[in-house]
């Protein structure tokens, strides 16, 4: 099976979170940039506000595809791939990214703030996960803030990797519509895979948030 496109994947996991609509304590929360337009469409079909959470891998210095690890603005997790990487690589691409995420953030909201999840039931959602590092270590992020659940919502991820995320005492329910055993990347299930760039992002938080249900 695949999907045509993100939108499609996005009205098939909206499908699985009908039970969502209309709360207003509950919120939709990407990861940028793919996850945008997956979490777009949950959010106007369901009519919740639209955040992201910023978080972007650690690739290994031979292989920059292959991650190593995750890292947002304040955690750094880091796999078993990186037992042989030396601290000097790790430190100078944890600075590296964390003024990237920064410059995004700032890109993204502007003079505004991120919605406060304390006590909100959070969908995280991407368009996929392979490794899983990034989604671990936006989990982790969002545990911080105190919400009163965690769903992550994922249109496709290898089996291992959903497991150990339904494993995880902090995620609260776990959708993956596609766990394939012969997994190699989340673009090989779409037929059609852009890049998203940031002009999309910013396009999509607004219009999402325009008609958002208010506390």
């Known amino acids: 099976m695949m999907f045509k496109d993100r939108i499609e994947a996005g009205e098939q996991l909206a499908n699985k979170l009908l039970e969502y609509k209309n709360n207003k304590k509950a919120i939709v929360v990407t990861i940028p940039r793919g996850g945008l337009p997956i979490g777009h469409i949950i959010a106007k079909k369901l009519n919740l506000p639209l955040e992201i959470v910023l978080s972007k891998k650690i690739g290994h210095p031979l ?6 690890g995750a890292i947002t603005l304040d955690d750094i997790i880091l796999s078993e791939n990186a037992r042989d990487i030396s601290n000097s690589y790790i430190d100078t691409e944890t600075s590296r990214i964390r003024a990237i995420l920064k410059n995004r953030q700032d890109m993204y909201y502007g003079s505004s703030t991120p919605t406060n999840l304390k006590d909100k039931t959070v969908i995280l959602v991407d368009d996929g996960v392979a490794t899983g590092q990034t989604l671990i270590s936006s989990i982790n992020l969002i545990h911080q803030q105190q919400p009163s659940q965690i769903i992550v919502a994922l249109p496709v991820g290898p089996p291992s990797v959903i497991d150990k995320i339904k494993n995880m005492s ?4 776990t959708i993956c519509l596609l766990t394939p055993f012969n997994f190699q990347a ?11 760039d940031d002009s999309e992002v910013i396009r999509l938080l607004k219009e999402a948030n325009q008609t958002k249900i208010k506390d």
């Open 186 to 196: 989340v673009g090989q299930f779409y037929k059609e895979f852009y890049q998203v």
């Open 63 to 68: 292989h920059k595809e292959f991650a190593i």
């Open 170 to 173: 902090s995620v609260n329910n």
